[in-house]
């Protein structure tokens, strides 16, 4: 019953360093998705992907960068670490059935940029 | 204007009442209409969803949705402490190729007092 797995599940950095955070799935699904989420805020994306090799970018994309080489996999890096990126990130993956289909959430990831 | 308001709370409310929770939207685009919870430190679940205005039931749960005001609610009735948890109201649209993008509110915290 894995799901969605990110790590790390907590993370300290320090200001102008960099990090990636992990994103597995183990269901198959063609869609993964990046948000973030701060206190008393909903999420906002921040890139998707529609498969392996193809990524674009969300709401909020300043900052950050992904990878898909695998249909499991979706990492995204942080670079230049900034206080402003202090948040909750979760990983998301969907299948590939067209519009209203499950969006399955990570356990999400607590960055504090210092 | 923000695309999607939900009333962040926090709401508290004795066990066995009725519950509403309600967002409005600002984006015709929106085709899906969702609702998940969210507990403390983990990630959103899905709760329900729903595609065209009228009523969805799931047990102790119903969706709302009039397109034509731009609003969306969920009631819980016989509510439990168990259903004490962050409720975020979500829509989606289509970016491409089949990938959603989901647009939530800013989330209402309840809380069911025993």
């Known amino acids: 019953n894995a799901g969605v797995t990110q790590t790390p599940k907590f993370r300290i950095l320090k200001i102008g360093q960099s990090m990636t955070l992990q994103c597995a799935q183990d269901?198959?699904?063609?869609?993964m998705y990046w948000y973030r989420q701060d206190p008393g805020m909903g999420l906002k994306l921040i890139y998707y992907?529609?498969?392996?090799?193809?990524?674009d970018k969300g709401e909020v994309p300043n900052g950050y960068n992904v990878s898909r080489s695998t249909t499991e996999d979706f990492p995204l890096r942080l670079e230049l670490a900034a206080p402003s990126q202090t948040s909750v990130y979760f990983c998301?993956?969907?299948?590939?059935?067209?519009?209203?289909?499950?969006?399955?959430f990570g356990e999400g990831s607590w960055l504090t940029v210092v | 204007q923000k695309e999607v308001e939900q009333d962040p709370g926090p709401l508290s409310v004795p066990e066995g009442a009725i519950v509403s929770l309600n967002c409005t939207y600002s984006?015709?685009?929106?085709?899906?209409f969702m609702w998940y919870r969210q507990y403390s430190r983990k990630g959103p679940e899905l709760l329900m969803y729903?595609?065209?205005?009228g009523n969805k039931e799931d047990g102790r749960f119903t969706a709302q949705v009039d397109k034509s005001s731009k609003y969306i609610s969920l009631f819980i009735r016989d509510s439990q402490p168990s259903d004490s948890a962050t409720y975020l109201c979500?829509?989606?649209?289509?970016?491409?190729?089949?990938?959603?993008?989901?647009?939530f509110g800013q989330g209402t915290r309840l809380t069911i007092n025993p």
């Open positions: 984006n015709s685009a929106f085709q899906y």
């Open positions: 992907s529609v498969g392996a090799g193809i990524t």
């Open positions: 979500a829509m989606s649209a289509i970016i491409i190729q089949g990938a959603q993008k989901l647009v």
């Open positions: 729903t595609y065209s205005s």
């Open positions: 269901m198959n699904h063609n869609y």
């Open positions: 998301a993956s969907s299948s590939a059935t067209g519009g209203g289909n499950t969006i399955y």
